[in-house]
């Protein structure tokens, strides 16, 4: 089925994009049916809604498995690579974070597939930006690999920021001091101590146990 031919009957009822991913969910359509449709009613008008309702219903399926978590997470890495898209932070990455990363049971097989697809250096910063309750191996195997190149180093912090110091957050202090001192943000301050986040000298002060 496609989109069009789903939506066509539900058309009086004047739905929303959530709301018509919520109604596609109670048809008999098959799970992968619903995943792709899902994904096409979010690239008509890009809704963390739309992507937090399509994960919600597709657990309650009782379908869950490695198959179809990789044609999401494709969606994602495709979408987020994209240079030539002007991203919204409360679209598909919140859903990176609470969705996936921020899942438990999800976040170590997205973060490895992610990385087995040869991601480029834009995503990589985003999944970075939004890694705090990855498991923190995962995420400090990817900073030494890093942490060579400055062009990473405003990525690594907010990493580690956010694996301080969100409420799921994962850090390992002891790692994550060694890491945040071969950090040089010298011209990157402005963007570092970001309005409504924890400052630069917060993050050092946890790390040293202040």
């Not at 989109?3 to 058309?11: A, G, H, M, R, T």
């Not at 596609?24 to 995943?35: F, H, P, R």
């Not at 597709?58 to 890495?77: A, H, M, P, T």
């Not at 890491?179 to 986040?197: A, P, S």
Request: with cysteine; hydrophobic share 35%; proline share 3%.
């Amino acid at each position: 089925m496609t989109l069009i031919e789903f939506i066509e009957p539900l058309k009086s009822k004047s739905l929303d994009n959530s709301d018509l991913t919520y109604e596609l969910w109670k048809s008999n359509l098959t799970v992968k049916e619903k995943i792709l449709l899902s994904l096409e009613i979010y690239h008509l008008e890009p809704s963390y809604l739309v992507l937090t309702t399509m994960w919600f219903e597709y657990r309650c399926s009782n379908e869950v498995n490695k198959g179809y978590n990789e044609l999401i997470f494709d969606k994602y890495q495709t979408e987020l690579s994209d240079p030539s898209k002007n991203l919204d932070e409360t679209t598909t990455q919140a859903s990176l974070y609470f969705d996936i990363f921020e899942d438990p049971e999800r976040n170590k097989e997205a973060w490895n597939y992610f990385l087995s697809k040869s991601p480029n250096d834009r995503f990589i910063k985003i999944m970075l930006a939004n890694s705090g309750p990855v498991p923190y191996e995962l995420k400090n195997e990817r900073y030494e690999k890093l942490i060579t190149n400055r062009d990473f180093h405003l990525a690594i912090f907010k990493s580690i920021r956010h694996s301080c110091f969100d409420n799921c957050g994962q850090v390992d202090k002891e790692r994550a001091l060694k890491i945040f001192k071969k950090l040089n943000l010298t011209d990157k301050m402005d963007e570092v101590d970001e309005r409504g986040f924890r400052t630069f000298q917060e993050v050092k002060d946890y790390l040293n146990g202040s």
